[in-house]
Every structure is written in structure tokens, then in C-alpha cells.
């Protein structure tokens, strides 16, 4: 026991002070980023160097059914899952002493299991190193608090505040619409802490209930983990106060969407230095053939970012979500967007992944676009100055449409791994074909008895 929590994050040990822990949760991100994996009590984890579980977790859609897949066995192999141990934290909220890690998933030969989601990503990293490059992120985390909804036929509503009354819309950066859900906040706080989980700041978002979480910036599969492990944490923390939190990308109507906005850089893995800056403090070709990348192959990646067909009505003119692939300097209407910062800090914003998408892959895909930008030498059209939600529609509309482009796109199809591309699109399209087979209210309502 003492050898593996040696390996554990300090956060990790003092969150134990001393006591034993009586659970450890193997835990690995399925292709929708829910945890998957087993518990068990800590004195047999100890005495185990890896896990199995079958590679069809991958292979399952959010409604449970399962995808088939050209040219895959259907034997239900068993995978290694092997742990983390940097990854371990505690799980505050339950009434023992539990500790998470995540699992890397390997083939029994030994190489990284192709379609497991941090794999992926690390795939993408690898190809940035391979160049000499070290890709930087900072995910922002937008998610809804509802009120308590057991009916899926019910609109979603805001919850009730401190106050007596219902969550206020339009109430950006407003504090006291924060404190209206101050025990959630103060969980959210605390649990964090107790996870070692730095949060760099917490906001009113512009939607009733709908909060923003910003992390700082660090390396790509470190902040995917904080983002995995926030989810988690944000949805216990409403619990206990009696609400859900969602991270759908439209969850109620007339309101805006949530969204998962990535910040990246690039530094020279020599020097440590911001390629996106010139010594001068200027632009660099290769931040304008990043940006240059993100506008021709964002188009191919957003069946990732907009995994679900409920993230297409996010991509509403208005409604704080881009749907353009426009570029420009300190400007929120467009999709790519140049934060103000120091040279040291300049940075690509990409406001087009919902919060519903895979943390590990939204970074992935996002990251391919820029890699391919790098490396083609990709020059980005003119900046966008002005209203950029006037500007033309430039991407999908639908999750078909999406898959459709993900799946003629054979530079991001080799920088993503074409199985896992495979294996991507047969579950998307199975969970598309499940929704065209359900009859929405609307069209009971308007066509029942009008057509």
C-alpha cells in the first residue's frame, strides 16, 4: 500500500492525513468522457499492477446500446488498464475513504489501445514532439445548475436560489446571482481542494443558473484529467444542494448554450519559447498558420466538439456561440478568437467545442487543426474586424453532416488515428439514426392535425 500512494499527488496524502483509504476507483474516460471501470477495496488495488475491462466500452453509445464496427471482433476482448498513479485523487463526497485513479488502456501486446480517448490525445502531443513543439491549453468550463428533473417530456428549468426565486437570466458577472447558489459553489470549492484542483476563477455566464469555471494553463492530458475530474465533482456538488448540474450544450430553450472555449500556445520544447511570438514582440508565421490550420479543418472535427445532436442548437446566430470560422484580435463574435496577452502569452481561443464533447478529444481534434496548420503552412484569411455573427455559416448544422466531413477528411483522419476515427464515426451514427427515430413535441404539436 505505502509503495503506490508514494506515487500519489501530495493533494492525494494529505487528503488520506494518516488514515487508510477503504475504496480505489479504476477509472478510465469512455468516448463520451463517462467514467468507466471498477471499484475496489484499497487492500486488493494494492496488490495489483493492472486491471482488464473490454474494449467495447468504447463502442457504446450514450443511450447504451452498442456500435458495430467494420472489420472488429465482436469477442469482447479484454484490454490492460494500467494506473495512473499521478492521477489519484480523493472522491470527497462519498461516506468512506475513496480514492480515484485513471487507467491507461493498452493492448495485451502493450501498445496504447488505439480508440481510448487519452490515447488519442496523446497521440496528437506525440506529433507536436515529434517537431520539436510543445502544445499549451486552458479549457474553460461552462455548464448549467437546473432544478431537479425526472421527467424527460418537461422543459428544463432554472433552479431555485437562495432568494425563493428562480435562477435570473442575463445576469453575466453578476455576484450576487453567484451567491443565489452559494452552497454549490462552496462544495465545488471544497471538493476541488480536496482533489488538488486549481481553479483560476468562477463566474456568472449570461444564461439562468449557467456558470463558468476557467483552469490555468498547463499540458494537454494533465488538464483533460481536470476537466474529467470536474465534471464528476460539479455534478455531486448539485446533488447535495438538490439540483442537477448539466453540461449539455443546450439544455433549456431561449437560452444560450455552454461551452468548452480552449486556449492554446505552443513553446519550442529547447527554449520554452512561445512560438507565436517573435522576438519582438510580434505575430510568427506559425501563429498565423495555426489560426490558418483551425479554419480549414475545424469543419472536419466539429462531429468531435459537437458530439450529440442537442449541440447543433447551440450554433445559433445571438446566442454567444461563433458559428463562423473567423479570426480575430480581442473579439468574441468570431470563432478563433486572439486573447489581449503579453507576447510570452499570446494564444488561440477556439470557441467552437460545446461542453458536452470528450474533454481528451475536443483538445485532440482542436490541437489537429492547428498541428496541420503548422505543418502545411497553412496561411489564415484576412482578421475579421466587426460583428462576426453577421459573417457567412460555415459549418455543419447537423451531427450527419458533421460525421459526413469527419469522414472525407484524411489529414486529420492521420492525425487522429483512422481507427478511432472509425470507431468515432459507427457510434455517432448510431446514436444519430436512435434520435431520427423519436418524435419530438414539436411535431405532435404542429403537425398532428396541420399537414
Known amino acids: 500500500m505505502a509503495d503506490w500512494l508514494d506515487q500519489a499527488p501530495e493533494a492525494a496524502?494529505?487528503?488520506?492525513?494518516?488514515?487508510?483509504?477503504?475504496?480505489?476507483e479504476c477509472i478510465i474516460p469512455d468516448l463520451a468522457g463517462v467514467a468507466r471501470g471498477k471499484a475496489m477495496p484499497a487492500t486488493k488495488f494494492a496488490k495489483q499492477e493492472k486491471f482488464y475491462l473490454p474494449d467495447s466500452i468504447f463502442l457504446q453509445t450514450i443511450t447504451g446500446d452498442w456500435a458495430e464496427v467494420p472489420d472488429m471482433a465482436y469477442t469482447e476482448p479484454d484490454m490492460i488498464l494500467r494506473p495512473d498513479y499521478a492521477t489519484t485523487t480523493a472522491a470527497p463526497w462519498t461516506g468512506d475513504i475513496t480514492l480515484q485513479v485513471i487507467h491507461d488502456a493498452l493492448e495485451p501486446s502493450g501498445e496504447p489501445v488505439p480508440i481510448a480517448p487519452r490515447n488519442v490525445l496523446r497521440r496528437v502531443i506525440g506529433l507536436y514532439r515529434d517537431r520539436g513543439w510543445t502544445p499549451v491549453v486552458a479549457p474553460e468550463m461552462e455548464f448549467y445548475l437546473v432544478a431537479r428533473n425526472t421527467d424527460p417530456a418537461k422543459p428544463i428549468e432554472p433552479p431555485m436560489g437562495r432568494s425563493g426565486r428562480p435562477a435570473a437570466a442575463r445576469q453575466a458577472y453578476s455576484m450576487s446571482a453567484v451567491d443565489e447558489y452559494g452552497p454549490v459553489i462552496d462544495d465545488i470549492y471544497d471538493f476541488a481542494e480536496a482533489q488538488g484542483l486549481e481553479i483560476d476563477g468562477i463566474l456568472q455566464e449570461g444564461g439562468a443558473g449557467q456558470i463558468e469555471i476557467n483552469l490555468n494553463h498547463g499540458e494537454p492530458v494533465?488538464?483533460?484529467?481536470?476537466?474529467?475530474f470536474f465534471k464528476r465533482l460539479i455534478r455531486e456538488a448539485?446533488?447535495?444542494?438538490?439540483?442537477?448540474?448539466?453540461?449539455?450544450?443546450?439544455?433549456?430553450?431561449?437560452?444560450?448554450?455552454?461551452?468548452?472555449?480552449?486556449?492554446?500556445?505552443?513553446?519550442?520544447?529547447?527554449?520554452?519559447?512561445?512560438?507565436?511570438?517573435?522576438p519582438d514582440g510580434s505575430d510568427t508565421a506559425a501563429h498565423r498558420h495555426f489560426i490558418g490550420g483551425m479554419q480549414k479543418y475545424l469543419p472536419a472535427v466539429i462531429a468531435i466538439l459537437a458530439p450529440y445532436v442537442n449541440s447543433y442548437r447551440r450554433y445559433v446566430p445571438d446566442f454567444a456561440a461563433p458559428i463562423n470560422l473567423e479570426w480575430g484580435r480581442d473579439n468574441r463574435t468570431t470563432g478563433l478568437r486572439i486573447p489581449v496577452s503579453s507576447p510570452a502569452s499570446r494564444r488561440v481561443e477556439n470557441r467552437l467545442a460545446g461542453m458536452?464533447?470528450?474533454p481528451y478529444l475536443g483538445i485532440a481534434a482542436s490541437l489537429a487543426c492547428g498541428y496541420l496548420g503548422l505543418t502545411e503552412q497553412i496561411e489564415p484569411r484576412p482578421q475579421y474586424k466587426g460583428d462576426a455573427y453577421v459573417a457567412e455559416d460555415e459549418l455543419p448544422l447537423t451531427l450527419g453532416d458533421a460525421?459526413?466531413?469527419?469522414?472525407?477528411?484524411?489529414?486529420?483522419?492521420?492525425?487522429?488515428?483512422?481507427?478511432?476515427c472509425t470507431v468515432y464515426e459507427c457510434v455517432k451514427r448510431m446514436e444519430y439514426k436512435e434520435f431520427l427515430q423519436v418524435i419530438s413535441p414539436w411535431e405532435r404539436e404542429h403537425l398532428l392535425l396541420n399537414v
Not at 496524502?13 to 480505489?24: H, K, Q, S
Not at 433549456?252 to 500556445?265: D, L, Q, T, V, Y
Not at 460525421?403 to 478511432?420: I, K, N, Q, T
Open 13 to 24: 496524502r494529505e487528503y488520506l492525513a494518516g488514515r487508510r483509504p477503504d475504496e480505489v
Open 222 to 228: 494533465a488538464l483533460a484529467d481536470e476537466v474529467f
Open 238 to 278: 448539485a446533488l447535495r444542494a438538490d439540483c442537477y448540474a448539466t453540461f449539455m450544450a443546450k439544455p433549456i430553450e431561449g437560452e444560450p448554450g455552454s461551452a468548452m472555449h480552449i486556449h492554446h500556445s505552443v513553446v519550442d520544447r529547447t527554449t520554452g519559447v512561445n512560438i507565436f511570438s517573435a
Open 356 to 358: 458536452d464533447c470528450n
Open 403 to 420: 460525421l459526413d466531413l469527419l469522414e472525407e477528411c484524411a489529414p486529420v483522419r492521420a492525425v487522429l488515428g483512422e481507427r478511432f
